[in-house]
């Protein structure tokens, strides 16, 4: 079929984004514009300050979008943006830009749904003889979410598991917070990270343990709240005050307890799919966390141990493309553009929104 060129935007959270993705799997322009900086001073996403930030930076991201890819607006054949889910008002943003300037150039309109298209990235990024087959998994693991998916089609996805309380990537800003652990210029939790792997190997005698829950223990669901609030006890006991060994300990145990927590649920999934008969070939693990180093070791090793059989492939899109960004909106938009099957000038924005 014909090769469809689309202007993609997402803003549902704190990044403003634009980009312009082709049906043959190109991204020509990808345009992130984070709030790094608001975040700080917060300690975490503040809804105003990102709405008002998206506010200002929306256009400028579709002007730059454009220029890298050589095109212009009369010239895509489409324009997609996230419906959802997300926060109201940031929704609104790229809601609004998007419907505004499909209906001013008399163009094709798609929402997706973010989640979605975080799933089908692999399907834009891994090359052509890599690619996920379904039925696969999906682990999303970032500052909105932690999500055990499984997808059996490019439109149906069912959540296997996800937390009931805070996510995943929240617990490793807090505690990166709570350990003052310095992370101008990176995430928080990157910034965690690599204090872990700073200092004393892992094993020396001279770094102590920290006893760390293991909430929803043999439940298809996550919980981290647990996991920072033992953090902040730890310190509230201590007044604030341990040395740097103890400091490295509690990030250590932290991090360990955080990414245990996904092997276990990531074992209950995989037997759940063997009882009844799915055979999963691919594990595909996506979101802001997903760039950590250590969950990657310890997933791939989890793998091999509950599947020592069948090899399940381990598939990480690059970490620009795991946390948000409007290429995978695009992408994730392009079947429908194919089909015809688009939305009307006038669909609203769907900040709750189910797989
Ligand atoms: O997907 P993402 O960029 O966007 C949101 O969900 O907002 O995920 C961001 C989250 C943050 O919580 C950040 O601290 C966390 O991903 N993150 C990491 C690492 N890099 C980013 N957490 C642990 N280890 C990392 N290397
Ligand atoms: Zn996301």
């Known amino acids: 079929s014909r090769r469809l060129t689309v202007l993609a935007l997402e803003s549902s959270a704190d990044d403003t984004c634009a980009a312009v993705v082709t049906s043959d799997r190109k991204i020509l322009s990808n345009v992130v514009i984070n709030q790094q900086a608001f975040l700080e001073e917060y300690g975490g996403i503040h809804p105003f300050v990102a709405l008002h930030a998206h506010q200002r930076n929306m256009p400028g991201a579709v002007q730059r979008a454009l220029r890298e890819a050589n095109i212009t607006i009369g010239e895509v054949d489409g324009i997609a943006f996230t419906r959802g889910p997300g926060i109201p008002g940031c929704l609104s943003v790229c809601g609004n830009a998007a419907r505004t300037l499909a209906a001013a150039v008399n163009k094709p309109l798609v929402g997706v749904h973010h989640m979605q298209a975080h799933a089908l990235t692999p399907f834009l990024t891994s090359p052509a003889d890599a690619l996920p087959t379904f039925p696969f998994l999906t682990l999303l693991v970032s500052g909105g979410h932690t999500l055990l998916l499984l997808a059996t089609s490019p439109t149906a996805f069912r959540i296997l598991a996800t937390s009931l309380d805070e996510s995943i990537g929240n617990a490793f800003d807090k505690v990166a917070k709570l350990l003052q652990i310095p992370y101008s210029g990176r995430a928080p939790g990157a910034a965690l990270e690599r204090f872990c792997t700073s200092g004393p190997a892992v094993g020396d005698e001279d770094i102590p343990e920290i006893h760390m829950p ?16 033992t953090v902040e006890r730890f310190l509230d006991a201590r007044r604030g005050e341990i040395d740097e060994r103890t400091k490295l ?5 932290f991090q360990k307890a955080a990414v245990g927590q996904l092997e276990d649920k990531l ?8 009882q009844k008969g799915i055979r999963v070939r691919h594990l595909v693990v996506s979101g802001g966390v997903a760039s950590n180093s250590f969950l990657r070791e310890r997933l791939r090793a989890c793998l091999d141990t509950e599947s020592p059989d069948e090899r399940v492939e381990l ?8 946390t948000d960004n409007a290429a995978m909106i695009g992408w994730a938009a392009m079947d429908r ?8 000038y006038s669909i609203e924005s769907r900040p709750k929104w189910s797989l």
């Not at 300990?249 to 145990?253: D, H, K």
């Not at 074992?267 to 799919?273: I, Y």
């Not at 194919?338 to 939305?343: V, Y």
């Open 214 to 229: 293991r909430p929803m223990r043999g439940r298809l669901a996550f919980s981290y709240t647990g996991l920072h609030s």
């Open 249 to 253: 300990g509690v990030a250590r145990s």
């Open 267 to 274: 074992v209950l999934g995989m037997r759940e799919c063997a």
């Open 315 to 322: 598939v990480f899109p690059p970490p620009h493309l795991c």
């Open 337 to 344: 553009f194919l089909a015809g099957d688009t939305d009307p």
